[in-house]
């Protein structure tokens, strides 16, 4: 079974500095979707950046980007110029592909705070 | 309505009590999905719908109880709930098949609290 983990239960960041959220994967397929959702204090969850194993680019979105390892089971989210609204639980969320529908798989978490 | 809603927000209610969650997705999208929010636990996928038709269900107790009437409606039947099953019900959807995104999008969640 796949499984996904984030060593990190908390981290805090300055405003305007850069952090990064470290997310490790374990998987024996070659062909995978990796996610970052962020869901604010008692607000929606949302997607903030998807990468696809196949492409070997590291997505990019806005301030938001990730170092993508597929040889060692890594995906870390880098985020940039922090801002307030930063602040939220972070999930790294795995997906494989199959002909069908597949769930995701979601580590605990890591909350972000930012510190003004 | 725009995405995925989800009613109620909150949900008090006695072990002995029957309710039910509801969740409606405004994306045109042909799967939909069931999971449980603890604290300190990852989130935990309850049931799956593909085109209506339940096509997992991760050992979920049978005080729960969904319904998926059409690809764009899923429920929650809750009955004799025990303490411990108190946690955010986050309901989500997606595009079944490479054709679609592989993403999937998130309703704001009911809170739930069993007395």
């Known amino acids: 079974a796949q499984t996904v983990t984030q060593s990190q239960p908390e981290m805090s960041v300055q405003e305007a500095e850069t952090v990064t959220l470290s997310c490790t994967y374990d998987?024996?397929?070659?062909?995978?979707?990796l996610f970052w959702y962020k869901q604010p204090p008692s607000r929606q969850m949302i997607l903030v950046i998807r990468?696809?194993?196949?492409?070997?680019q590291n997505a990019t979105e806005n301030r938001f980007s990730v170092n993508f390892q597929k040889a060692a089971k890594s995906f870390s989210l880098k985020i940039s110029d922090s801002q307030l609204g930063d602040a939220a639980m972070y999930f790294c969320?795995?997906?494989?592909?199959?002909?069908?529908?597949?769930?995701?798989?979601f580590g605990k978490g890591t909350r972000l705070s930012v510190i003004a | 309505e725009t995405g995925v809603t989800q009613t109620p927000r909150h949900l008090v209610m006695g072990m002995t009590n029957k309710k039910s969650l509801k969740c409606e997705q405004h994306?045109?999208?042909?799967?939909m999905y069931w999971y449980k929010q603890s604290a300190k636990k990852p989130l935990e996928l309850m049931f799956v719908?593909?085109?209506?038709?339940?096509?997992e269900n991760n050992s979920v107790p049978s005080r729960f109880s969904p319904e998926c009437p059409n690809s764009s409606h899923l429920f929650l039947h809750l009955h004799t709930l025990q303490p411990e099953d108190s946690a955010l019900y986050l309901c989500?959807?997606?595009?079944?098949?490479?054709?679609?995104?592989?993403?999937?999008?998130f309703g704001p969640g009911t809170r739930l609290t069993v007395t």
């Open positions: 994306l045109g999208h042909n799967a």
């Open positions: 719908y593909n085109f209506k038709e339940q096509t």
């Open positions: 969320a795995y997906r494989r592909v199959v002909a069908g529908n597949t769930p995701l798989v």
């Open positions: 990468q696809e194993a196949y492409k070997q």
């Open positions: 998987t024996s397929e070659s062909d995978y979707y």
């Open positions: 989500a959807s997606s595009q079944a098949g490479r054709a679609g995104g592989p993403e999937q999008y």
